[in-house]
């Protein structure tokens, strides 16, 4: 009798020390029987899940499951002990819960099972992944609008570009008209300076279009000769004022 009252005090105490484990845990505990019922059910799944444990122990877990997991839950357990084709005992999966006020919840799903005279029960750790859920989806936000934001700046600079390309044909199209007329030399020193800063304007447009080209992957490069002593002279004529 002694040594049957030491070895209960033993497994009381034993049992104690793994229950206040369980409950100290930051990941939600929960332990079901080879039935799917909740046999217990730790204090971080009742601050991650809402439920009490007395709401949940004795009932079937699939309360704690959103559709479709909720309805296919019992096959998939009826599934594993026929064939022993485990899909996702031993592994982790990022799986959604359901709160006890009716929102989901993402965690970080992982089982673990143990037998003992040959019947199954199993063990599932849920860890809250929310923070990082939200994180994530403001990140993937963030993207979609900077990448709306982008493409906006590429339209607005090829229509910008267009605009400004109409009224700079003109300016060029009637400096060269003029130029045909009689002037005096100084006009017609001026009004050439006008023309190479039109037209350096103009391929500065072009530039503006092709790096919106660039943007979306259609630019094409090529490789031209220029006359490194008229670029020089037009940069000297340009800023001589």
């Known amino acids: 009798v002694v040594r049957y009252r030491t070895l209960l005090m033993r497994s009381q105490e034993a049992s104690s020390e793994i229950r206040a484990i369980v409950d100290a845990a930051v990941d939600g505990i929960i332990k079901i029987s080879n039935r799917g019922i909740v046999l217990s059910y730790n204090e971080s799944a009742e601050r991650i899940l809402g439920y ?13 499951m959103p559709s479709p997991d909720r309805e296919a839950h019992d096959g998939y357990l009826k599934n594993y002990q026929r064939t022993g084709e485990a899909k996702i005992i031993g592994s982790n999966r990022e799986v959604w819960a359901l709160h006890k006020d009716g929102h989901q919840v993402p965690v970080l799903l992982a089982i673990g099972e143990s037998r003992l005279g040959g019947i199954s029960t199993f063990v599932g750790f849920l860890t809250d992944i929310s ?14 609008l900077a990448e709306e934001a982008a493409a906006a ?3 607005f600079l090829a229509n910008m570009s267009h605009e400004i390309r109409t009224p700079m044909n003109a300016i060029i199209g009637f400096t060269d008209l003029v130029l045909n007329t009689p002037l005096q030399e100084t006009q017609a020193q001026h009004l050439s300076v006008v023309k190479n800063s039109a037209r350096s304007l103009l391929s500065l447009l072009n530039d503006i279009l092709d790096s919106a080209k660039l943007d979306e992957g259609h630019a094409e490069f090529e490789i031209r ?8 002279e037009q940069i000297i004529a340009t800023q001589s004022l």
Not at 52 to 64: C, I
Not at 132 to 142: G, S
Request: charged share 35%.
């Open 153 to 155: 700046k590429s339209a």
């Open 52 to 64: 009490r444990s007395e709401e949940v122990v004795g009932r079937n877990v699939n309360m704690l």
């Open 131 to 144: 923070e990082r859920y939200k994180m994530e989806t403001e990140l993937r936000q963030a993207k979609v």
């Open 225 to 232: 000769d220029f006359n490194l002593r008229q670029l020089c």
